[in-house]
């Protein structure tokens, strides 16, 4: 066991990994020699040299598109995309041919890749820091997103995602990079893909959040237990494909439903999960599944952006309006 | 031409330099035809724009300054490209570009609004042609164009300036942009600043080619490289670049040789990937003191006259700055008022929303 914070988790798992399988290579802007601009990579290029980690050219079309060749002749690459605001060069790629190559070659080529990058605001960045774009990912069939919120869940999640015959989009929420210590095994071990983790049992209220997010609703759940309100709290952990059954499991029994998610409203992650409850529980429900999101406005930049970020305080006052409901 | 007597593919006199190191004038007959009272008026911006980012990047060290992004020695890639354009040209920026910024009239106190991570800084005065800042790299390049193309098809008389870095030429739409330019003939000049990185990588990790410059033949326009730190050179070239863009002959790519002294970003530590022996060695190319001694050779200028500048910008940074600091957060309308010329009826119920919660649980 050691303690460690969420990117300690990262550049832990990468390197017991590239230990591990040699066919690993990571790679991406800043990645090698001064391991990438968070230092995921830290180390890695003096320990597995220069053609396992290394940097490449300013281009994440280059970047992905590069990977996904790598992946088709053997190797299991690690790209990493900067912040994941500058992803949308390389969607192209991971649009165009990442989450179809398995399919339209039926079966004969397959990418086992994990694409890197960080995510989210409430670190008072610049311009195109601060984007929650899970869900244009989660939209293209083919490829996997996965979001961690715990250094112990980003090593077991990161290790299943490597392992992983498919795509996988690994976005790590930066805002929680270094916000807190936790004890992780040295041992290696997975977390499963695809399974949403209940943080709490409660019986009143479930409340579903993923990466950041999770911490802001543990403190307004500290509020709302002390008003005598009990939630349930659904970590989601992959947003593509959703675990379905843990969250209907969860709304049968407590009727009332609410997602809260960084990411802009319309066409947002909240409106599938509540598509899910609605079709898995709707005769349990005792108020609307709602969700509490980010607005349909561009991420303001930090002079501006107290105003987007979700605090507790928000999130205990939209869980009371459902209690009330 | 100096884009033939350059040319970026032969060895020899591969690099244009007007003005060398020490400020002499390496060769008298490539001296562009300035009018003095614009030598000066340039050498001011380069002033005031490396007094206002040793400043910038001071305030942030400070913890008064959000993350920003220094651009000390690269005044003279700046102004003396922006200085070879008109009022009605346009201007096309990556997000470096301080000095071009000022010339051009993006006002101090709004350029550091936008650092302070105020939108409003965005806000350009009417007459200044100058787009917003663009933080995905190589991205605008292709606006340029456009702009360009529009231009032609309008019959207007506009030239279009745009900025990348050297990073920035490994990205597709960096070609993309070359290619549009050639085909439709814009009136488009790509001026690359290369200094030297990209975050911690080199321009050798960048391209195998040997200048940035040559890129330009395989797109079938005139490309050359210049001394980015001599401001002479800078305009000369950009200002033969324009009058081919204005007289119909299509684009230019220029590639500026300089340096970026400072860190990538208030958040970067440059010392992790480069030499101390490096900077040294650019810092004695500075871009400022070289055309601070031509001035004052050629007798516009003087040091008395250059410690009262100083002075004087020093209070005026400072005193923008101020007002910058006690401008405070932005209000709730602002983030929702600029996305649609309407506000949306979903919009509006989320604002509505967020403004009843407001008043009912205080902020
Ligand atoms: C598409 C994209 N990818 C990555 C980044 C992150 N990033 C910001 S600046 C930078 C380096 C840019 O280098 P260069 O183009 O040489 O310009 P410079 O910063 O040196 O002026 C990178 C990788 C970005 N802004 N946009």
Redesign the interface.
């Known amino acids: 066991m050691a303690l460690m914070t969420n990117i300690q988790a990262i550049a832990h798992t990468l390197e017991q990994q590239m230990k591990k399988d040699e066919k690993i290579v990571t790679f991406g802007e800043d990645v090698g020699f001064e391991g990438g601009v968070f230092r995921a990579t830290k180390g890695l290029q003096e320990r597995f040299g220069e053609e396992r980690c290394f940097d490449t050219p300013l281009a994440e079309a280059g970047i992905i598109g590069s990977a996904v060749g790598m992946a088709i002749n053997g190797l299991k690459p690690i790209p990493e995309i900067q912040f994941s605001g500058f992803m949308l060069p390389g969607f192209n790629q991971i649009a165009g041919h990442v989450g179809r190559m398995r399919n339209r070659s039926r079966g004969r080529y397959h990418l086992p890749m994990v694409i890197r990058m960080p995510y989210g605001g409430g670190i008072r960045a610049l311009e195109h820091h601060s984007e929650s774009q899970e869900v244009l990912f989660a939209h293209l069939p083919g490829i996997k997103v996965v979001i961690p919120s715990t250094p112990y869940d980003t090593k077991g999640l990161l290790t299943a995602a490597i392992k992983d015959p498919d795509p996988v989009i690994f976005m790590e929420p930066k805002r929680i990079y270094r916000a807190f210590k936790q004890d992780v095994p040295e041992e290696e071990y997975t977390i499963p893909i695809g399974k949403a983790k209940i943080v709490q049992e409660g019986t009143d209220l479930t409340i579903v959040a993923w990466g950041a997010m999770v911490r802001e609703v543990q403190k307004a759940v500290k509020t709302l237990e002390e008003e005598g309100i009990s939630v349930e709290l659904i970590d989601l952990r992959t947003i593509s494909p959703i675990d379905k059954e843990t969250i209907i499991n969860s709304v049968q029994k407590t009727g009332r439903f609410l997602v809260v998610h960084e990411a802009i409203k319309s066409y947002g992650p909240g409106a599938e999960l509540i598509s899910i409850v609605n079709e898995g529980a709707f005769l349990y429900l005792e108020a609307p599944p709602t969700r509490l999101t980010g607005f349909d406005v561009i991420v303001p930049l930090p002079k501006g952006e107290h105003h987007y970020i979700i605090e507790p305080k928000r999130i205990a006052y939209e869980a009371r309006k459902l209690i009330k409901y | 031409m100096l884009t033939k007597q350059f040319d970026p593919l032969k060895k020899k006199n591969r690099m244009l330099q007007i003005l060398d190191k020490e400020g002499n004038i390496v060769d008298e007959k490539l001296v562009p035809n300035i009018p003095d009272d614009q030598l000066v008026s340039m050498y001011k911006t380069m002033l005031l724009g490396r007094i206002a980012d040793t400043k910038a990047l001071q305030y942030q060290r400070q913890g008064r300054m959000?993350?920003y992004a220094p651009n000390k020695g690269q005044e003279a890639a700046q102004v003396g490209s922006v200085a070879a354009t008109e009022q009605s040209d346009w201007l096309v920026p990556a997000f470096r570009e301080l000095s071009a910024w000022l010339h051009k009239g993006w006002t101090l106190e709004n350029v550091y609004l936008?650092w302070?991570?105020?939108?409003r800084g965005s806000e350009f005065p009417e007459d200044v042609k100058i787009l917003p800042?663009s933080?995905?790299?190589?991205?605008q390049l292709n606006h340029a164009v456009g702009l360009g193309m529009a231009s032609n098809i309008q019959g207007k008389d506009e030239v279009v300036l745009a900025y990348v870095g050297d990073?920035?030429t490994?990205?597709?739409?960096f070609h993309e942009a070359l290619n549009f330019s050639g085909v439709f003939n814009t009136p488009t000049v790509i001026v690359i600043q290369n200094n030297q990185w990209?975050?911690?990588?080199p321009t050798t990790?960048?391209?195998k080619s040997q200048t940035l410059a040559q890129k330009a033949k395989a797109y079938g326009i005139p490309g050359i490289q210049v001394d980015g730190n001599d401001v002479l050179a800078v305009y000369a070239a950009t200002k033969e670049a324009v009058k081919r863009a204005r007289n119909g002959e299509g684009p230019t790519l220029i590639e500026a040789v300089t340096y970026r002294l400072g860190p990538h970003?208030t958040?970067?530590d440059p010392t992790?990937?480069r030499k101390d022996e490096e900077v040294e060695e650019w810092s004695l190319k500075d871009p400022l003191t070289r055309f601070q001694k031509y001035l004052i050779d050629k007798g516009l200028w003087s040091k008395e006259q250059d410690e009262n500048q100083r002075e004087e910008y020093n209070d005026f940074v400072n005193k923008t700055f101020k007002k910058v600091e006690g401008?405070?957060?932005?209000p709730?309308e602002?983030?929702?008022d600029y996305?649609y010329e309407e506000m949306p009826s979903?919009?509006k119920e989320?604002?509505e929303n967020?403004k009843r919660?407001l008043e009912?649980?205080g902020s």
């Not at chain 2, 302070?116 to 939108?119: L, Q």
């Not at chain 2, 933080?135 to 991205?139: A, E, L, N, T």
């Open positions: 959000l993350t936008y302070y991570g105020n939108e800042v933080v995905p790299i190589g991205s990073g920035g490994s990205h597709g739409e990209a975050i911690s990588m990790k960048q391209t970003t958040s970067d992790i990937y401008s405070g957060l932005v709730l602002d983030i929702f996305h979903q919009l989320q604002y967020y919660y009912e649980e």
